[in-house]
């Protein structure tokens, strides 16, 4: 049986941008346990005030964190950061409210937790490792040095990181099947069936990232838009079956020829996009005319029947030819059909 594979949410920039969210609100949580606990808990004034500088501070980093433009994207390094500091912060505090005895050690749940959610395994038994190392500095004063160590005080310090590890453990499986599940949802909700191309509404997601990123980098990418000119003569003599497997044909063939960088999909019908970034008008000939030479020297067997087709392929290039998906679609729909009523199986580009 084939291993899953182990899966963190930080591998999906939403649910990442979306849980970045949620680590301020623990952060803010965090920030209320302890300033209740200086309320009702029993702390000397010089000490209370000491605490509450502290806090204050660690409110400014997460405001500095979560509310400026400068740090405000969620990224892994940032989360991996604030767990840290919250370990930090909670250490300070249980280490002025009784050490190894106090009621906030229960607190370190909360990093742990964050950890496992959004950092993967590796990150948090680290964290767990500094939280144990964390532990026996607290309780050193109390116990003579060559005692830390004994068999004793490791016993009391497994015991209690148990626990810790364990919800650690679990957090990381709950949060690996989330996202395999989410993972598999979103799949399916961008992926065409037939073909496993991405469909028109994952394309166009594509297709407007793409075309900000040119935009911000000035740099230039071509639109494909291809029409199967025989998918309609297939289906009446052969059936809707002989019709699938030619636009899986068509499928293949694009993943055959195309970059890893390039995106192909099934536009609708017998209709076909692909991006090409970074690629001119000249490239994107190129490219086309392999794709169709290719897909003309190819047939699959249906019956007993060898099955070929070709396309027409309309072009058009950023910024050459539209600064807008409409405007480029709507070229090259419009190169796509004088392709077609010019001759079969050519290349044809659009007008400025």
Request: net charge neutral; aromatic share 12%.
């Amino acid at each position: 049986m084939t291993k899953e594979p182990f899966f963190r949410l930080n591998q999906e920039p939403d649910a990442l941008s979306g849980f970045s969210r949620t680590v301020a609100e623990i952060q803010w949580l965090l920030l209320v346990l302890m300033m209740f606990y200086l309320v009702v808990g029993q702390i000397e004034e010089n000490v209370k005030i000491f605490l509450l500088g502290g806090l204050c501070a660690f409110a400014a980093f997460v405001m500095i964190f979560h509310y400026l433009n400068f740090f405000s994207k969620a990224n892994v390094w940032k989360l991996a950061l604030e767990t840290w500091v919250m370990i930090l912060l909670v250490t300070w505090f249980v280490w002025h409210t009784g050490r190894q005895n106090s009621l906030l050690l229960n607190l370190y749940f909360l990093p742990i937790i964050t950890s496992a959610l959004a950092l993967g395994r590796l990150t948090t038994l680290l964290e767990v490792l500094l939280i144990g190392a964390c532990y026996l500095y607290l309780g050193k004063s109390g116990v003579p040095g060559d005692e830390v160590f004994s068999l004793t005080q490791s016993s009391i310090l497994l015991a209690w990181l148990f626990p810790m590890l364990l919800v650690g453990y679990v957090t990381t499986m709950l949060s690996s099947d989330i996202y395999h599940a989410f993972s598999r949802i979103k799949t399916t909700a961008q992926t065409d069936e037939l073909t496993n191309l991405y469909n028109r509404r994952a394309f166009m997601d594509l297709f407007e990232k793409q075309l900000q990123q040119a935009r911000r980098r000035e740099s230039t990418f071509s639109l494909l838009l291809g029409d199967c000119d025989n998918l309609k003569i297939v289906n009446d003599k052969y059936g809707h079956e002989a019709g699938n497997l030619l636009l899986q044909a068509i499928a293949d063939n694009f993943r055959h020829c195309l970059r890893g960088c390039d995106s192909a999909a099934r536009y609708g019908g017998d209709e076909f996009t692909i991006l090409l970034p970074n690629t001119n008008v000249e490239a994107a000939e190129l490219v086309t005319k392999r794709i169709k030479d290719t897909l003309v020297a190819s047939s699959f067997n249906y019956r007993g029947n060898a099955i070929t087709t070709n396309i027409s392929v309309g072009i058009a290039t950023y910024p050459e030819h539209g600064d807008t998906a409409e405007a480029l679609l709507r070229h090259a729909d419009q190169a796509m059909y004088a392709n077609k009523r010019e001759s079969k199986n050519q290349v044809t580009a659009t007008s400025g």
